[in-house]
């Protein structure tokens, strides 16, 4: 903690009274991703007065105006497997359904070993704002922070900022789903940056339109991820002097007629250094260099695949797309060897099936799980320092490698769903989230339709 930081506390603690009270509540979700919509609309669903903060216009954190694009985590990986099994329901399979039904999700796409489905931005967000007003989830777009209340070491609301000024939200209990910990950072939470300061590379996606898709999947191949020649054209184009620093990209079909969704670019600083985007600086150079970046990619599409000589950009993310910045302390931690292991545990509130799926470097470093998944428990949500405060999203408790798994959305969608069910449980109990017992956490996920084995039934066999 700052002593910056430490002076706003001390302000904060002083003149409360005097702040305008934005909203006493019994949940505030910070972050309305897929965590933090998943979080919302169940706490509210199940009866608590809820309202959530996010900084954007609209819903959907890095599936949105990172452009994502691809709920990734549904479905089994396999050698031979020639149709997606899906493992993950709960939450996940709910707002996948609703996209469906309005048109705005893909059918399940081959990566690698595994399947993915792409989604519509702009429908992703038309189904965030229905689930959450129809649950009753009172929203705070354009609105961010500042700083947490926090007395004798609980949570007790947050200062928040935005054009109207400076106001304040009591609450009972505060869900984190920022993606980047950053309520339990400012709230003296410890943390970590990836492998001893090392993490994933940021990127940018971008869309072209005015594909020839028979044409471009004629010569792509069935799969997402590129095949070989592709890679082998990259390096001869870097070689003649277009900037294209990932030698593995991955394409998918989207909703709309005649577009590609492209995952392209790996973002670095110009000395080469990872980039931090918890560091204002650092996003700014990811941001101006993935534009560039996915100029140099799409000219390279125009100029090498079949079916894209006439493309254009059809848009970028609303920012780089973040895979990684704050990994929280918390009372248990994933394990990488829990990821390659397949691991199954009593204390479980999601399964993940997804590759070991590590950027860094010319090549993403995949590492399949192969007709198998683990189990991510519920203490990789619980911060070890603080009460009345649950985490939900990629800045869940994990080692590097797990973290490159276990951080993808259809994941997200399930944390934030647990983070909901503790959150309601512990209200009615008066109860600790650590003192909470797993099993009544997965009955009520379980309930909502979630595939969990409970820890009863486990114990028993």
């Known amino acids: 903690m700052t002593n910056i930081s430490v002076a706003w506390r001390l302000w904060a603690g002083i003149d409360q009274q005097r702040l305008p009270v934005v909203a006493d509540v019994d949940v505030a979700v910070v972050g309305a991703g897929a965590a933090g919509v998943a979080a919302a609309t169940v706490a509210a669903e199940a009866g608590a007065s809820v309202v959530v903060v996010e900084k954007y216009g609209f819903a959907g954190g890095a599936a949105v105006a990172g452009m994502s694009g691809t709920i990734c985590g549904m479905y089994l990986a396999s050698d031979d497997r020639k149709r997606p099994e ?59 922070v500042i700083e947490v209340i926090v007395e004798d070491d609980a949570y007790r609301g947050l200062v928040v900022a935005s054009n109207a000024g400076v106001g304040l939200i009591r609450a009972a209990r505060v869900i984190d789903a920022s993606g980047d910990g950053a309520v339990v950072a400012r709230g003296g939470g410890t943390y970590r940056f990836g492998d001893d300061g090392r993490i994933q590379n940021p990127t940018m996606f971008f869309r072209i339109g005015n594909v020839d898709r028979d044409a471009f999947w004629t010569a792509w191949g069935a799969d997402t991820i590129c095949p070989p020649w592709v890679s082998e054209a990259i390096g001869e184009a870097r070689a003649n002097g277009l900037e294209l620093p990932r030698n593995k990209i991955w394409i998918f079909d989207t909703t ?31 941001e101006i260099e993935g534009r560039r970046q996915v100029r140099a990619y799409a000219r390279f599409l125009a100029e090498t695949v079949p079916g894209c000589a006439q493309t254009y950009v059809v848009d970028t993310g609303v920012e780089a797309g973040i895979r990684q910045t704050r990994t929280l302390d918390c009372i248990a931690t994933l394990r990488d060897s829990d990821v390659v292991g397949g691991v199954k545990r009593g204390d479980s509130i999601c399964r993940s099936p997804w590759p070991i799926e590590l950027h860094d470097g010319e090549r993403p470093k995949l590492h399949w799980l192969l007709d198998d998944y683990y189990d991510v428990p519920y203490g990789t949500l619980v911060p070890q320092r603080g009460e009345n405060v649950i985490v939900a999203g990629r800045c869940l408790s994990a080692e590097h490698q797990a973290l490159a798994s276990a951080r993808v959305t259809a994941q997200c969608f399930e944390y934030g769903h647990a983070a909901a069910v503790a959150t309601v449980l512990s209200l009615e109990h008066g109860t600790s989230y650590r ?27």
């Not at 670019?265 to 990811?286: E, H």
């Open 435 to 461: 003192d909470l017992a797993p099993h009544d956490i997965q009955a009520r996920m379980i309930a909502n339709g979630s595939a969990l084995q409970c820890q009863e039934r486990q114990e028993a066999q």
């Open 256 to 286: 709309r007629p005649d577009e590609l969704l492209v995952n392209a670019t790996r973002l670095t600083a110009p000395d080469g250094r990872m980039l931090n985007v918890i560091d204002p600086d650092d996003f700014t150079i990811a």
């Open 86 to 144: 899906r493992i993950v329901h709960g939450f996940t399979e709910r707002f996948a359904g609703e996209l469906n039904a309005r048109g705005g999700l893909t059918e399940p796409q081959p990566y690698g070993k595994t399947f993915t489905a792409a989604h519509d931005p702009l429908v992703w967000r038309e189904v965030a704002d229905q689930l959450l007003t129809a649950a009753g989830v009172r929203v705070l777009f354009h609105t961010q």
